[in-house]
């Protein structure tokens, strides 16, 4: 085991016993992450259940609704372990989510969830519900893969290289491949215990940012060029925006789920403290990505847009019309504090 246990601030030694003692004493352990898994909520969860299979612990482990691994994560170690959410236990003695700030971002599995008698909510969001009886929950974190590292290092389960890989998709797409401001001294000092394990970071980087079908190209283009900016949103600091229909995608054989790279391209402009790509998935539905450049809190405007993230990074799922959400996008953004430049 690492020498520093609770590296992880926020959460309290009895919550951390509570996680442990409830893990060692059930007979099997139930694993959700949210629904449209990313990096972070897929890592975290294989790299748990690998933990369980080292410890001998029987587990199911899914994520609700559309039960589709993205492309860009199926070179992830532990896939074969996923069961069908159908097959999911209905009342589960323990339960743990991950990733997910509120139950609804369990999708199918939050009836699952309501009905275990131990549910442990483990997370880094600020905007989390605590909607379990357990909660490992800390907002000071840079990924929710963070927060697993130390309860993987207390169950007393030594990191394996599949164990650490999957840590370390959750922590580098979380982190922006270290480029956010989550990034901190403990952050490297982690990935430099999980790189210590044979991990090449080339190889991920690859699989999660560097590759694309040639449909990508011009679904891309599409987007940039309905691009709009909006100077005056934000008291002046401004707002980039632009849409990816399913005609987009479908003129190209595109899967929605690779449309997670265009709003780090949107982001890119420097007249816009703010970026919003609205994406249509295959019901009709508009998946919203935010993205902030630290002086306005986005994840603030998409709580009261029934979604949530954190200040940087947030999202919400919209079942309307696109220049409607954009308009109260504009209120809300005028209406959060504008931070000092640090």
Same mark, same amino acid.
């Given at each position: 085991?690492? +020498?520093?246990?609770?590296?992880? /601030? ?26 449209? /898994? ?6 975290? #969860? ?22 589709? !691994?993205?492309? =860009? ?35 199918? &599995? ?16 600020? +905007? ?29 389960? /030594? ?22 401001? +989550? ?47 909006? /100077? ?6 401004? #707002? ?33 403290? !703010? ?13 919203? +990505? ?5 002086? =306005? ?20 799922? &919209? ?24």
């Amino acid at each position: 085991m690492n +020498s520093a246990p609770g590296r992880v /601030p926020a959460i309290t030694a009895d919550e951390w016993d509570r996680a442990v003692e409830s893990i060692q004493r059930t007979d099997e352990v139930c694993l959700a992450c949210h629904v449209c /898994p990313d990096g972070d909520a897929l890592g975290s #969860m294989l790299a748990f259940a690998q933990a369980l299979r080292a410890l001998g612990k029987p587990f199911t482990a899914s994520f609700g609704d559309a039960f589709v !691994v993205p492309r =860009i994560l199926r070179f992830l170690p532990g896939l074969d372990l996923l069961t069908d959410p159908a097959d999911f236990p209905a009342e589960p003695d323990v339960m743990i989510t991950f990733d997910a700030a509120g139950s609804d971002r369990l999708g199918s &599995l939050a009836a699952n969830a309501g009905k275990a008698q131990e549910l442990i909510v483990i997370d880094h969001h600020a +905007s989390n519900t605590r909607f379990g009886t357990t909660h490992l929950v800390a907002p000071g974190a840079a990924a929710t893969a963070v927060v697993v590292e130390d309860l993987i290092d207390r169950l007393g389960v /030594p990191l394996t290289h599949d164990i650490a890989l999957d840590l370390y998709v959750g922590l580098v797409t979380d982190t922006g491949s270290f480029k956010y401001r +989550s990034t901190t001294p403990e952050v490297h000092a982690l990935a430099q215990r999980l790189l210590a394990t044979g991990i090449r970071p080339e190889q991920v980087a690859r699989e999660v940012w560097d590759r694309a079908p040639f449909g990508y190209l011009p679904v891309l283009a599409a987007a940039l060029g309905r691009a709009r900016l909006e /100077p005056d949103v934000a008291d002046g600091l401004g #707002m980039v925006w632009t849409t990816v229909t399913r005609a987009d995608r479908a003129a190209h054989g595109l899967s929605y789920d690779l449309l997670e790279g265009v709003i780090d391209v949107v982001r890119r402009t420097d007249e816009a403290e !703010v970026a919003v790509v609205f994406k249509e998935d295959d019901e009709g539905a508009w998946q919203v +990505s935010t993205r902030s450049k630290g002086r =306005i809190d986005v994840g603030m405007a998409c709580v009261a847009l029934g979604g949530g993230g954190h200040p940087t990074a947030a999202g919400f799922t &919209l079942h309307g019309e696109v220049e409607q959400a954009v308009a109260r996008l504009r209120e809300l953004l005028t209406q959060i504090e504008v931070a000092a430049h640090s």
